[in-house]
T-cell receptor
């Protein structure tokens, strides 16, 4: 399977703490994206990092990409209860776009 | 949501019946995708399209077929529905390769 793997599968933290989730993949990629999904609803795009980039920031989000290790991490700083959701990495293999298995994040108020 | 509409949003059908799900987009995006989402598996790619009449299989294509006769519509057909195809189905579109994807709100399909 080309599906990416994310860890941890589930993460529970206190509001204000940082949350880190990791994604590993098997193919060569052009870019890697992270999406958020709230309670089985549609997915919302968070950030895209290209294969020639190593780090990218967007607000409280920081994404790193290590193409030699075929891995990426998403850091959410100063987490809020509203960040409670599932987070998925999403990457391309030719025309196909493949998801990771997801991390369920719960932020406790 | 980039003008992506999935229909129906919910459907219950019987084993052995054919079912067609529709994804309609108003953004003229070239690439369209169908995924299914199941607990423990995340989202898995069923089929995708890179243009009108150009489609290809994803990871879990058995039991599914697709058609794209117009840019705006991508149809997913379950030829003979089985209980293992009970899932939430998401459609996605992209305008170009290295850009974000836009997702529909999903179709919850139950096969009884």
């Amino acid at each position: 399977s080309q599906q990416g793997e994310e860890d941890p599968q589930a993460l529970s933290i206190q509001e204000g703490e940082n949350a880190t989730m990791n994604c590993s993949y098997k193919t060569s990629i052009n870019n890697l994206q992270w999406y958020r999904q709230n309670s089985g609803r549609g997915l919302v795009h968070l950030i895209l990092i290209r294969s020639n980039e190593r780090e990218k920031h967007s607000g409280r989000l920081r994404v790193t990409l290590d193409t030699s290790k075929k891995s990426s991490s998403l850091l959410i700083t100063a987490s809020r209860a509203a960040d409670t959701a599932s987070y998925f990495c999403f990457f391309d293999g030719t025309y196909k776009y493949i998801f990771g298995t997801g991390t369920r994040l719960k932020v406790l108020a | 949501d980039a003008g992506i509409t999935q229909s129906p949003r919910h459907k219950v059908t019987e084993t052995g019946t054919p079912v067609t799900l529709r994804c309609h987009q108003t953004e003229n995006h070239r690439y369209m995708y169908w995924y299914r989402q199941d607990p423990g598996h995340g989202l898995r790619l069923i089929h995708y399209s890179y243009g009108v009449k150009d489609t290809d299989k994803g990871e879990v294509s058995d039991g599914y077929s697709v058609s794209r006769s117009k840019t705006e519509d991508f149809l997913l057909t379950l030829e003979s529905a089985t209980s293992s195809q009970t899932s939430v189905y998401f459609c996605a579109t992209k305008t170009r390769m290295n850009t974000e994807a836009f997702f529909g709100q999903g179709t919850r399909l139950t096969v009884v």
